[in-house]
């Protein structure tokens, strides 16, 4: 803080002038050096001050009395203080962001869920019967931090109900991303929810339902289509064009060869964004999977070349529609195809999904979604269908509460098998920093 030829240094100066002016009897008094030792300084300051008294007014607009002269440079020093108070804390605030940067932002995630089956038949899945409970059915522990000023990192622990009351913890994801790559690009490399569409993406408790679409997990598993990779992509200079290019394990057990591979897979992606107006957005995204299902036996040490390749093609669209800040209308569809050779033939199979959210008030969304496959549970011509609907509640975007419905019919070559209809009501709490949000939420 610098008061030189300011208005504050020239206050004090007469403050300072004027007490010693009134304090020289007093100290001739006491015995004090005379009159007639004090330096020049002295004299010109007793002199100033006098002659500020005398004219009736101070330069920063006193009534020119001691009092006033003794509030104003006050005024000043509490004025001047201030500035520098905020100066402080700005640069304490700038200091500590930077620093913190390279401490992790922790977050924790967990989802609750209840199903009551309503019909004849109950969903059981792995042996297991998933209606007719509640559950705390994961945990997840988010950690993100930077780890130099040209990498950050993110690692998620997930605990999962394998069976009723019994939970395996497991690295959901655990990458680095390269931020500062030559020609613009961006790396990645670790393990993490591949980009195969939109949804695949997102972990279970971001989703906008309560349960991945059919498609998704008839093709890839029930927890969806992740893999350890590296990742490298690209925004278009001259189009809002994302491409992305990724070399894999191949280690997913329903379309490629499992923990067994031995042989990389390939997954590239391109995803077009169209900002239509200030309210609507659009994107469309097309993906596709190159790799090998069948693998050398792991118990001999003859070597074998892989044989039979796997193709996995998906396109989604997506669509926003954003009036306010409390209002929202989301729209998306994904379709899934594959080619996967078999010993003894071919196999192909289908699927897609499509919802529809609306949200009419800030804190409340309506969805409807409509499943189709029939690849179900991995097995070609056996078709399922399903629909659902729900009603979403936000305290804040810390803690939802969500109520929905969902029938369902299965077929396959086997017989038909009985219709499901079921009730779930699902929490799901957020504590911790505060998490980037899904695309479909709106706050």
């Known amino acids: 803080m610098t008061w030189s030829n300011g208005p504050g240094w020239r206050a004090a100066t007469l403050a300072l002038g004027l007490l010693v002016a009134l304090g020289g009897s007093a100290r001739a008094q006491e015995g004090a050096a005379p009159a007639a030792q004090e330096d ?7 002199e100033e001050a006098a002659a500020s008294l005398e004219g009736g007014a101070t330069p920063g607009g006193g009534d020119g009395t001691a009092a006033g002269l003794r509030q104003e440079a006050a005024a000043q020093a509490e004025e001047g203080e201030g500035v520098l108070y905020g100066q402080l804390l700005e640069a304490y605030n700038a200091m500590a962001n930077r620093l913190n940067a390279f401490n992790p932002r922790i977050t924790v995630f967990g989802d609750f869920l209840g199903r009551w089956s309503v019909s004849s038949g109950e969903l059981v899945e792995d042996g297991v019967n998933r209606d007719d409970r509640i559950a705390l059915r994961e945990v997840e522990l988010d950690l993100r931090a930077d780890i130099d000023p040209y990498a950050k990192g993110v690692l998620i622990l997930a605990l999962h109900e394998h069976d009723p009351g019994e939970y395996e913890v497991e690295i959901e994801e655990g990458y680095m991303t390269l931020e500062t790559l030559p020609f613009g690009l961006r790396g990645q490399l670790g393990r993490w929810r591949l980009p195969f569409g939109q949804i695949n993406q997102l972990h279970l408790h971001d989703l906008p339902q309560a349960h ?45 060869a499992g923990e067994d591979s031995d042989d990389p897979a390939w997954l590239g992606r391109a995803t077009y964004f169209l900002q239509m107006n200030d309210t609507m957005f659009l994107s469309f995204g097309s993906s596709f999977l190159f790799g090998y299902n069948d693998a050398p036996d792991p118990l001999t040490d003859l070597p074998s070349e892989a044989k039979q390749e796997t193709q996995v093609w998906g396109a989604d669209v997506l669509y926003k529609w954003q009036p306010n800040q409390f209002r929202s209308v989301v729209a998306q569809a994904e379709v899934y195809g594959l080619k996967k050779e078999v010993a ?11 919802f ?56 396959s070559t086997g017989g038909g098998e009985p219709d499901l209809d079921t009730v779930y009501f699902q929490v799901t709490f957020v504590f911790g920093s505060h998490p980037v949000e899904p695309f479909w939420f709106n706050r």
Request: glycine share 8%; proline share 3%; net charge negative.
């Open 40 to 46: 020049d300084e002295i004299r010109r300051l007793r």
């Open 344 to 354: 003894g033939g071919r196999e192909h199979a289908f699927g897609a999904y499509g």
């Open 356 to 411: 529809l959210q609306v949200q009419p008030l800030q804190r409340w969304y309506l969805g409807a979604r409509y499943d189709w496959s029939n690849y179900a549970e991995g097995v070609e011509d056996s078709e399922q269908w399903a629909a659902s609907a729900w009603i979403s509640y936000y305290t804040t975007e810390f803690l939802r509460f969500r109520l929905g419905v969902e029938h369902r019919e299965r077929e």
């Open 212 to 256: 991945y679409p059919l498609a998704l997990t008839d093709f890839f598993g029930e927890e969806g289509f992740a893999d350890n990779a590296v990742m490298a992509s690209w925004l278009t200079p001259w189009a809002p064009i994302e491409l992305s290019v990724l070399l894999l394990n191949g280690e997913n057990e329903r379309v490629l």
